[in-house]
């Protein structure tokens, strides 16, 4: 307090714990952090005590539609569960989206997977633009039960197709999430495939 009084520039690096070092105009001084006093609290005064915030979530119920407002996507949605070598099955065609149904259903707690066609037959797939959404963009899921989950995107990534994240996708959270997945990158002929993913992943806001 007496340095900024008199204008003297200070900066503190103090790591928890032990001794930290001081720079005041040139000069190194030690500090013991664990001598510092802390705050009395006046006796009869309020004290906040953080309390912990439980996730926004919402009962289980399939979806049945999603809708992207910023792409102008407005999809049925069908299940999808494994293909025969245990990867996860994709819609049979440029349409409708599919929901993995080995995943959370939307709102629930956990990443819910939605998946579709980035093109299909030379046309623009139901995910075709997926790679453009920013973050705060809306994606909504209409469920069977009748409500409508709303998600706002985090963060889209795009991955090779043989360093695909599935920990980061499929993994457990402590949220109601939602992943994207979708195709990206070049198309490489030789096996008929995009060589990456474009992966949106999106938290539960209403």
Known sequence: MLLSAAGVAAVCLLPAGGPGPVTVAGALVTVDVDALEPT??????????PVPVEPVTMPRSAPVRVTIPELGVRSPVMELGFDDDGSMEVPPGGYPAGWFDRSPTPGELG????????DWG????????????????????????GSTATFAVDRVAQYAKDEFPAGSVYGDIDEAGLR???CGGGFDPDVDSYRDNVVVYASLVA
Not at 111 to 118: D, I, N, Q, T, W
Request: proline share 9%; net charge positive; charged share 20%.
């Open 111 to 118: 990443p819910a997977v939605l998946a579709g066609h980035v």
């Open 122 to 145: 030379g046309e623009p797939g139901v995910f075709w633009g997926l790679r453009t959404l920013r973050p705060g963009d809306q994606v909504l899921v209409d469920r069977a039960d």
């Open 180 to 182: 994207l997945i979708t």
């Open 40 to 49: 009395p609290v006046r006796a009869g005064a309020r004290v906040t005590v």
